[in-house]
T-cell receptor, first 112, second 111 residues
Framework: SQQGEEDPQALSIQEGENATMNCSYK?????LQWYRQNSGRGLVHLIL?????REKHSGRLRVTLDTSKKSSSLLITASRAADTASYFC????????????FGKGTTLSVSS | DVKVTQSSRYLVKRTGEKVFLECVQD?????MFWYRQDPGLGLRLIYF???????EKGDIPEGYSVSREKKERFSLILESASTNQTSMYLC??????????FGSGTRLTVV
């Protein structure tokens, strides 16, 4: 079951621009997480936002969460070529003994 | 930092072979997971385990089994490999309420 759905599927921007990716999900969550994947590699955890939080920052990353709309956004400011990667949102359900459910991801391409 | 090691980066196996994908973590994490990743489908959960000898089916367990005899090792087994199991396999571990730590992945090709 796919819980998170990212939008857009692909995004191409220039260095220095901001990149915004959106994620929608279906059921109640305990937290929502964003991950990054460089081509052909494993995923790297970027940031976690709890269901009672509305916004969180980490360096050039800003994540928002709207539980009433069941949506989240990831903003990367002042993008660099090194930010080129796929980005996934993942939801952690409220019940114990469950696993993260990932969306299909947004592929970000940053050109210099 | 937690390290999650998957034994092979690339693997080519023949149809019908029994395939073992190994995953080892260097911390005392209870929760371990196996996902497969396919273009356009994202990550899909195959199996996970929250303790030694415990296992739970994920969304797509058919054709797979798992083994967790020791806390640090979680093995994914393809009983009889088929071409539709050609995929990227990702192992992950989790501690507490933090995010997952993933291995580098095993790209399996079944011919």
């Amino acid at each position: 079951s796919q819980q998170g759905e990212e939008d857009p599927q692909a995004l191409s921007i220039q260095e220095g621009e901001n990149a915004t990716m959106n994620c929608s999900y279906k059921t109640s969550i305990n937290n929502l997480q964003w991950y990054r994947q460089n081509s052909g590699r494993g995923l790297v955890h970027l940031i976690l936002i709890r269901s009672n939080e509305r916004e969180k920052h980490s360096g050039r990353l800003r994540v928002t969460l709207d539980t009433s709309k069941k949506s989240s956004s990831l903003l990367i400011t002042a993008s660099r070529a090194a930010d080129t990667a796929s980005y996934f949102c993942a939801t952690d359900a409220q019940q114990a003994g469950t696993a993260l459910i990932f969306g299909k991801g947004t592929t970000l391409s940053v050109s210099s | 930092d937690v390290k999650v090691t998957q034994s092979s980066r690339y693997l080519v196996k023949r149809t019908g072979e029994k395939v073992f994908l190994e995953c080892v973590q260097d911390m005392d994490h209870e929760n371990m997971f196996w996902y497969r990743q396919d273009p356009g489908l994202g990550l899909r959960l195959i199996y996970f385990s929250y303790d030694v000898k415990m296992k739970e089916k994920g969304d797509i367990p058919e054709g797979y089994s798992v083994s967790r005899e020791k806390k640090e090792r979680f093995s994914l087994i393809l009983e009889s490999a088929s071409t539709n199991q050609t995929s990227m396999y990702l192992c992950a571990t989790k501690a507490g309420v933090h995010g997952y730590t993933f291995g580098s992945g095993t790209r399996l090709t079944v011919v």
